[in-house]
């Protein structure tokens, strides 16, 4: 590697670039029919409650008064 042939410990570690190995991994394991609905179930269920959130927080972000006529009723029975 770097020119230098005295022997240190764990020399394999050093010169491990030049060892591949011809052994191949085994095959991943399929999922099974109800590992892949429990994902669906869990996937559905993460997507409803954000849809539900951006429900349920759209009235906290629109601007404005949100009874216009009763704030303009108030104010013609404080002029009288």
């Given amino acids: 590697m770097f020119g230098r042939r005295e022997p ?18 085994p095959p991943r394991e ?21 849809v539900g959130a951006l429900l349920f927080g759209m009235p906290a972000l629109e601007s404005g008064p949100q009874d216009v006529h009763h704030t303009q009723h108030s104010e013609a029975n404080a002029g009288r």
Avoid: D, K
């Avoid at 240190?8 to 591949?20: G, K, L, Q, T």
């Avoid at 399929?30 to 954000?50: E, H, K, P, Y």
């Fill in 30 to 50: 399929r999922a099974s029919l109800s590992q892949i609905a429990g994902r669906v179930l869990v996937g559905l269920t993460v997507a409803a409650g954000l």
């Fill in 8 to 25: 240190v410990p764990f020399a394999f570690v050093a010169e491990a670039e030049r060892y591949r190995s011809n052994v191949t991994p």
